[in-house]
């Protein structure tokens, strides 16, 4: 039963990552300045640019958590890899919240006065939210593992 809750949570994370990667694709096409442009000058805009960099560290954050999944599946939960799995969602959500924070500065900053960046700052401030609570059950999860397996090195140089 354990084996088959890690595959269909590894699947979860493949379907974000599908999901994702097709926001990324489609949205830029329907947005409305782009209505009027070739598909070139779309995806050079340096705002969509910034969001396809900015989206490495959410997919590498994927990757990892379907990583530590696996190490779940195969009974290797309490390993150094695992513990640096955490580490590197850990560190993918803290990067992504600062990205985050900064795109919707430089909107807020840099907007144009008849455009009303409210929506765009909301989404900002929820996905910055739901980073730092990732990053924060990260570093938890983190630190509880890594206790978990220092006592189990302790236990198996004792025996």
Excluded: W
Excluded at 19 to 43: C, H, K, M, Q
Excluded at 120 to 129: E, G, K, N
Excluded at 141 to 156: G, P, R, T, Y
């Amino acid at each position: 039963m354990k084996r088959i809750s890690t595959i269909f949570l590894q699947a979860v994370i493949v379907l974000i990552g599908i999901v994702a990667l097709a926001i990324l694709i489609r949205v830029p096409l329907t947005e409305g300045r782009a209505t009027n442009l070739d598909l070139f000058s779309i995806y050079s805009d340096p705002f969509i640019l910034y969001g396809y960099a900015a989206s490495i560290a959410f997919f590498v954050a994927l990757y990892k958590a379907f990583k530590l999944l696996g190490y779940i599946g195969q009974n290797k939960v309490f390993s150094s890899n695992s513990v640096k799995a955490l580490k590197s969602i850990k560190h993918c959500a803290i990067v992504l919240s600062i990205l985050i924070v900064a795109a919707g500065l430089y909107i807020r900053i840099f907007h144009s006065r008849e455009d009303d960046p409210a929506g765009f700052l909301a989404i900002c401030i929820v996905t910055t939210f739901a980073s730092i609570v990732v990053a924060t059950a990260a570093a938890i999860f983190e630190k509880l593992l890594q206790n978990a397996v220092d006592m189990k090195s302790e236990n198996d140089l004792t025996v």
